[in-house]
């Protein structure tokens, strides 16, 4: 199983307007949260940078960024598996198969 977590974007939104804040420093708020600072500073400049497009027709290019994004790296992901597995079998099949 993989250590990669999905937060949806009401959790990254959360943690990100309260790095945003800056009432307390983002490794307290990865020991909170339970995520790496990494990936908070992401979270935050996301926020930053596309706080703009929130009043440009209603914010839906952004979410439509955060969705496509999200789906590439579960893609990525599911392609790396497969692969994996479909090496394993074709070894496995080798002698069957005589290639």
Known sequence: ???????????KARVALEAVKGERTVSE???EYGVHPTMIHQWKRSLLEGAAGIFERGGKA?????????TVGDLNAKI????????FLSRKLKPWIGK
């Not at 790396?80 to 090496?87: F, I, S, T």
């Open 80 to 87: 790396g598996e497969l692969a994996v597995a479909n090496d």
């Open 62 to 70: 952004v979410v439509a960024a955060e969705v496509a994004e999200e």
């Open 1 to 11: 199983m993989s250590k990669r977590r999905n937060h949806d974007a009401a959790f």
């Open 29 to 31: 708020l990865a020991a």
